[in-house]
């Protein structure tokens, strides 16, 4: 059994479909944690050109408050609960995710308070949300982006998923990570670039 976390800015695609793979490939063979990473804070000294990158920020700002705030209330135990919950609802249907609405629903169905959504305006969190990237850069040993994984300690980018494996080999794949992960030899592996991430 490996202790496994996964380190995700709830904005990010790729980090929901490895997040998805990962909680229903592991069963009970493995510990499963999700951590918060946040894209803003990693951008947030750079001048990003063009509109839609400003935009992935400004949602990763506001949404990673909103999970920092049910965190401090509630503890890090919602923070799947939340994830899943406004993963269904950010990366299927509406990148966008301005309905305040939106967000208080999936609060609601993650059994949380809806008033944590008057969190995505409050800068009160920003320090709990730099925080918790923070931990995940340390995790990795250096700056990365979403998704960052640890196995067992072991710290490394990725795994960027497309789209989650079918049937036996998501268990297939998720063996083979835990086995290269905790190889004390093992460093890096790297592909071109292949998105974006099937959603649906």
Known sequence: MADIALY???????AWVTARWLLTSAGDRHTITLEQLSLAVLD????????????????????????????????????TPLYLSMGARLHPRDPGLEDESAVADALTEAGLDRALVLALDDPAYDADVAEAHRASQTALGGPGGSPIITVDGHGFSGPVLTAPPDGHRATELLDAL??????????ALQRPYAGPPALG
Request: glycine share 8%; proline share 8%.
């Open 8 to 14: 995700v800015d709830p904005v990010c695609p790729f």
């Open 44 to 79: 947030q000294e750079r001048s990003p050109d063009d509109a839609g990158h400003r935009a992935m920020l400004t949602r990763s700002r506001r949404i990673g408050r909103v999970f920092a705030a049910a965190v401090r209330s509630t503890g890090h135990g919602s923070f």
């Open 178 to 187: 835990v086995t290269v992960a905790t190889a004390p030899e093992f460093a």
